[in-house]
């Protein structure tokens, strides 16, 4: 794995796909999401996060658009099921633990590939 695109997936997926919240924060973590939850008041004692806004919407596209299906769910099992162990992912893809970590790190590469062609 990549360790800089793992931690960009896992802020992507935390702003995107956030895990399941109470009622009291049905929309998520990202800033725009917490306006719609304090109906456009910004409260400044809200906590933050770092916010990906323009590489969180790329990466986003590129998952759900640009990765073939096995690399898609390979990422999405892995940064998006917060409920899930190791070895319950793993299996949830039917795979080896070996093929699992190559085909994430292959998506890792895809990713990374790609948000380059964005930027350029």
Request: overall charge neutral; charged content about 30%.
């Amino acid at each position: 794995m990549i360790a800089a695109m793992d931690e960009l997936l896992r802020q992507w997926a935390r702003e995107y796909h956030p895990p399941r919240q109470q009622e009291e924060e049905p929309h998520g973590q990202n800033m725009i999401a917490r306006l719609m939850d304090c109906k456009g008041v910004l409260i400044r004692g809200s906590p933050g996060g770092k916010v990906l806004t323009d590489r969180g919407y790329d990466i986003e596209l590129i998952v759900t658009r640009q990765l073939s299906e096995a690399l898609r769910f390979i990422v999405l099992e892995h940064y998006t099921n917060y409920d899930s162990l190791e070895e319950q992912k793993v299996s949830a893809c039917r795979i080896s633990r070996a093929t699992y970590y190559r085909r994430l790190h292959e998506a890792h590469l895809a990713i990374a590939q790609l948000l380059l062609e964005r930027a350029a």
